[in-house]
């Protein structure tokens, strides 16, 4: 049967993605009250063009049929929801408009909606924010799930002078929640050891199990500080704490456990700096972020139920997340929480912006016309909590970045072949969907310009190109812009996730440099020929005279360097240039029954390259020399 023409001005059917056949004219050609969506730019493009005549027939038979199936249906069939249980979805908006009929009481009763919950939000942040002070040790010091005490490698200067007092301090902290997760993505040495994709936690309880014991708590200076108080059972991880930590100065026994979900890393030798949480101090302040969590999600939901009007409905819900992102659940790692409101409101301003754009061709198609309140809001908005609580749900998926380093992490490869299997049918199906409103041609004008741009900025010499997950939802966000379930889940999880990446890191560049993306990892640079140690292991306490151990080096020195950085224990011990004329290092022990290790780099100026691996003299006086490689 030939498809009925349509008159000028006559609207095509629309395709209910819930009918049983998508050629019945009942299921699709239903009368709607609300137009459907204007035509955006993206719809506007101009479609691909014909294949030339000196094409051969045989190949335009082909591309005539490929065309002919990416064109879809004609005429083209736009989705469109038809909601399970009408009468319950369509209760809470008819429920308004039978109390509140006139469009001034509704706008009075949204401004008073805002109000309120402005105002349950700010008492929450402000309890957990700020705390009351702790004793004698006054206002508790916000720390970040990073902070510690020591600095990697020659970070706190020679001898650790730069990073004292090493002991008889104390002062009180606050810990926000969530720091269990918070591991480390590069080789980290301690001692021998390479630490990595953990917690870099180094020692625990001395005495008994641990379990009620803070006291007996010793934890090496480099430790993270939340890490290790979440550990030592101090302060929880699910609502973080306050209390007072104190500096003890040298130590020499670090042990391995297990407690509260993180597995400490064992340290045979002795370290400058070393700390334990005091009991009794601790506070009962709390991160009250699932408290917040409880405010904004009622507010929204009761939003999303009682709204029919997307222009009312997304600037509201992206508001009030992205200052639930950006204050609460996901802040940026900062210490003063002045600066922390701050640069949230510097952040909103361009998002805002962004969300226009996406309201205008992607949001406003899906949600314009819908009557499902309770489908819009378990799909979308649910979608969108998910995404923008990223640091919970997607954040343990084991791949931070797709480098080849990072895929080294356990699990990241099953996961990045799950992944990509997930967005090739994700994109199959949006493909289908697209093809069906006949708008497929035209979206696929639209993501190969995307292609050819991210290809051309590959080939950008000396950078690197990272998707971060903002930019990958403002990549994918366009192929959700039509009014079916899954586009309803899709579209809310990228939108989430757009506001998750700026709320909490920013308008990061697309192209970064090698040295953005190291971070911390190795430099690459050339490391220090190390010749076999000369080890003197006479012993006589009462004359002072102790074992110690000379090392010299090989000159010249490689290119670009002028001198030598020496570590004893993972602190720097000794630093000397060529032009001092110091060829050699010579190290008293200083503890007959510990071991100790030694790493070696390079320096230029003040900056030191690479560290060797590290190299053990055993406590029966012998030497075990480096692996290969930095450390």
Not at 28 to 41: E, F, H, K, L
Not at 452 to 461: D, F, H, K, R, T
Not at 527 to 550: C, F, K, Q, V, W
Not at 567 to 573: G, H, I, K, Q, S
Request: charged fraction near 15%; charge should be neutral.
């Amino acid at each position: 049967m030939a498809p009925q023409a349509l008159d000028d001005g006559q609207r095509p059917p629309e395709y209910r993605d819930d009918a049983t056949s998508t050629v019945d004219s009942e299921a699709t050609a239903i009368n709607n009250a609300v137009p459907p969506y204007d035509c955006d730019d993206i719809d506007e493009l101009p479609a691909p063009p014909d294949a030339p005549k000196y094409v051969p027939k045989a190949v335009q038979r082909v591309v005539n049929s490929v065309a002919a199936w990416v064109k879809g249906p004609q005429p083209p069939r736009p989705y469109k929801i038809t909601p399970f249980f009408p009468a319950i979805q369509e209760a809470p908006p008819r429920l308004l408009n039978k109390y509140l009929p006139k469009r001034k009481q509704k706008a009075w009763l949204l401004v008073a909606f805002y109000a309120l919950w402005l105002l349950c939000f700010s008492l929450v942040l402000r309890k957990s924010a700020f705390s009351t002070e702790i004793g004698e040790y006054g206002s508790p010091t916000r720390l970040t799930c990073l902070s510690r005490f020591w600095a990697d490698n020659n970070g706190c200067g020679l001898n650790g002078d730069d990073c004292r007092p090493f002991g008889n301090n104390s002062f009180a902290f606050r810990c926000p929640a969530n720091c269990k997760r918070v591991e480390v993505f590069n080789p980290h040495a301690v001692g021998d050891q390479e630490v990595n994709y953990r917690p870099l936690v180094i020692g625990g309880p001395t005495e008994g199990d641990g379990q009620d014991n803070v006291g007996s708590t010793i934890y090496r200076g480099d430790s993270f500080i939340c890490g290790s108080a979440i550990h030592a059972g101090f302060v929880s991880n699910k609502a973080g704490g306050c209390g007072v930590v104190s500096r003890v100065g040298t130590q020499s026994n670090f042990p391995s456990s297990k407690h509260h979900g993180i597995e400490s890393i064992a340290f045979d030798s002795y370290f400058p700096l070393s700390y334990t949480f005091l009991e009794g101090t601790d506070s009962q302040c709390k991160d009250l972020r699932w408290s917040l969590f409880a405010v904004s999600l009622t507010f929204t939901v009761l939003l999303s139920l009682f709204t029919t009007s997307a222009a009312v409905f997304f600037p509201s819900v992206f508001f009030g997340i992205f200052f639930h992102v950006a204050l609460a659940s996901d802040p940026p790692n900062l210490t003063d929480y002045h600066a922390l409101v701050s640069i949230a409101l510097g952040r909103f301003l361009p998002a805002a912006f962004c969300a226009f754009v996406i309201y205008k061709f992607s949001v406003r198609p899906t949600l314009t016309g819908l009557t499902a309140q309770f489908e819009k809001t378990i799909l979308w908005l649910g979608g969108c909590w998910v995404g923008a609580l990223n640091n919970y749900t997607f954040d343990k998926i084991p791949i931070q970045r797709l480098t080849p380093h990072d895929l080294q992490q356990p699990g990241a490869v099953p996961a990045l072949i799950i992944i990509v299997l997930c967005l090739f049918f994700i994109a199959l199906g949006q493909a289908y969907a697209l093809r069906v409103e006949g708008r497929l041609p035209r979206y696929l004008v639209v993501y190969g310009i995307m292609t050819l741009c991210i290809l051309a900025l590959v080939a950008v010499p000396k950078m690197n190109v990272r998707i971060h997950h903002y930019i990958l939802a403002l990549l994918l966000l366009p192929g959700t812009g039509m009014q079916n379930r899954p586009s309803l889940l899709y579209q809310g999880i990228l939108v989430g996730l757009f506001i998750n990446g700026i709320a909490r890191w920013g308008f990061d560049s697309i192209l970064q440099t090698p040295l953005e993306l190291r971070q911390d990892a190795h430099l690459g640079t050339p490391l220090p020929e190390i010749l076999a140690p000369i080890i003197h292991n006479a012993l006589d306490p009462s004359r002072g005279i102790m074992p110690n151990i000379t090392f010299e080096w090989a000159l010249p020195l490689a290119d670009k360097y002028d001198g030598v950085s020496i570590l004893v224990n993972d602190v720097e011990r000794f630093r000397a240039y060529v032009d001092e004329d110091k060829t050699s290092f010579t190290w008293v022990r200083q503890h007959v029954a510990l071991p100790e290790y030694f790493r070696f780099a390079y320096m230029n100026g003040r900056h030191a390259g690479d560290y060797t691996k590290a190299g053990k003299w055993t406590t029966d006086g012998g030497w075990k020399h480096m692996q290969p490689g930095p450390g």
